[in-house]
């Protein structure tokens, strides 16, 4: 399994701000998720995101309030823009990796972001 | 699209007893189904995986269960432990970009 460090782990931010979580893992892959987790809530898929090509975005989730970049096959960042209460959420990145046979998703420690 | 439903919500068991978590999906192309635990201030881990092609897998004190028939799959935790105790999520994936999760279901495990 890949091993997936996220910064920062959490943070405080103000409305109006932006924050960029960087997700960085210890081998090259070739798909990136960031996903979203509402207090007490399930994971939300946000985007997928692939080297060398635009992020894809799922139904609810636009480029201009969460830009992605991956500039190489071990990191990403996602940028949550123009923060408001509403984007108070646990962030985690994911990348595809290997089980037994099988592809699959593993996670990093996740971002806690609260805004005031 | 594919939606994943997870019953129960909340699971107290004591120590030693066993929990069982169930899961249904709607899309019949879903062929992978991950579970994964997700401790208080942790990102989700995985746990144990089944393909279509598989009825049953076990790994020590964990199992699962899928019925591609009927589009459920389940957990199985036996001899629970307070360690146990965790936040879990069964999902399916219909494609192979895609995982979709289930709402979670909050297991104690009562010492």
């Known amino acids: 399994s890949a091993v997936i460090s996220q910064k920062p782990s959490r943070d405080i931010c103000q409305r109006g701000t932006s924050l960029t979580i960087q997700c960085q893992v210890d081998?090259?892959?070739?798909?990136m998720f960031w996903y979203r987790q509402q207090p007490g809530q399930s994971l939300t898929l946000i985007a997928t995101a692939n080297q060398g090509s635009e992020a894809t975005y799922e139904s609810g989730f636009v480029i201009d309030k969460f830009p992605i970049s991956r500039p190489n096959l071990t990191f990403s960042t996602l940028t949550v823009s123009n923060m408001s209460p509403e984007d108070s959420s646990i962030y985690l990145c994911?990348?595809?990796?290997?089980?037994?046979?099988?592809?699959?998703?593993?996670f990093g420690p996740g971002t806690r972001l609260l805004v005031l | 699209g594919e939606n994943v439903e997870q019953h129960p919500s909340t699971l107290s068991v004591q120590e030693g007893d066993s929990a069982v978590i169930k899961c249904t999906y709607s899309d019949s192309a879903s062929n992978y189904f991950p579970w994964y635990k997700q401790e208080l201030g942790k990102g989700p881990q995985l746990i144990i995986d089944i393909r279509s092609n598989v009825g049953e897998k076990k790994d020590q004190r964990i199992a699962v269960t899928l019925n591609k028939t009927a589009k459920h799959f389940s957990l199985h935790i036996t001899e629970t432990q307070p360690e146990d105790s965790a936040v879990y999520f069964c999902?399916?994936?219909?494609?192979?970009?895609?995982?979709?999760f289930g709402p979670g279901t909050s297991l104690s495990v009562i010492p």
């Open positions: 999902a399916a994936r219909p494609s192979y970009d895609k995982v979709i």
């Open positions: 994911s990348v595809e990796g290997t089980s037994g046979t099988e592809e699959t998703q593993y």
């Open positions: 081998s090259q892959v070739t798909m």
